[in-house]
T-cell receptor
């Protein structure tokens, strides 16, 4: 199994809603990542988990809250988002740091 | 902090060649290359771990000049399927992987 599975594929939410994005991999990878990508821009690093511990937070606003319940699962909890948070959210994993990244298909998020 | 790529965009006819450059203001210890098609996730192409390393297949290859803090991706005899946005990327600190600015490649018949 060489897949990273992300759900949902599309999400529309209001500014007062709470929602969660889910990412799962069963490749035994110990590094997992959240990226945000705006149209025509490169993916921007948000968070990195290494061995289920948060190792990198790129000064992301607290309305984004990551969680790594176990080595296969990564969540991104969303609360009180702004319209400018609308973007493609990509999850990725790698065996360890600085190795090939495997990406999920992403969640296209629209905040109204 | 992200690597800078050039050109930003390139248009090719099928069969033509292209070179995409990636440079960093900070020391590069490794370089990844990814291709992203519209509406899809980035897909890994290759990773170069050592200065002077060259990798790839006959038609898509890359080089890495560690001293110059640069990498180049070579696309030979381009095909329609090569269209997409190409990103280099690197890890400046352990696990902190940054993508380059991107190069949009459009291959036309």
């Amino acid at each position: 199994d060489t897949e990273v599975t992300q759900t949902p594929k599309h999400l529309v939410m209001g500014m007062t809603n709470k929602k969660s994005l889910k990412c799962e991999q069963h490749m035994g990878h110990r590094a997992m990542y959240w990226y945000k990508q705006k149209a025509k821009k490169p993916p921007e690093l948000m968070f990195v988990y290494s061995y289920e511990k948060l190792s990198i937070n790129e000064s992301v606003p607290s309305r984004f809250s990551p969680e790594c319940p176990n080595s296969s699962l990564l969540n991104l909890h969303l609360h009180a988002l702004q319209p400018e948070d609308s973007a493609l959210y990509l999850c990725a994993s790698s065996r360890q740091g600085n190795e090939k990244l495997f990406f999920g298909s992403g969640t296209q998020l629209s905040v109204l | 902090q992200q690597p800078v790529q050039s050109p930003q965009a390139v248009i090719l006819r099928e069969g033509e060649d292209a070179v995409i450059n990636c440079s960093s203001s900070k020391a590069l210890y490794s370089v990844h290359w990814y291709r992203q098609k519209h509406g899809e996730a980035p897909v890994f192409l290759m990773i170069l771990l050592k200065g002077g390393e060259q990798k790839g297949h006959e038609k898509i290859s890359a080089s890495f000049n560690e001293k110059k803090q640069q990498s180049s991706l070579y696309l030979t005899a381009s095909q329609l399927s090569y269209s997409g946005t190409y990103f280099c990327g690197t890890t400046y600190n352990f696990n902190k992987f940054y993508f380059g600015s991107g190069t949009k490649l459009n291959v036309k018949p």
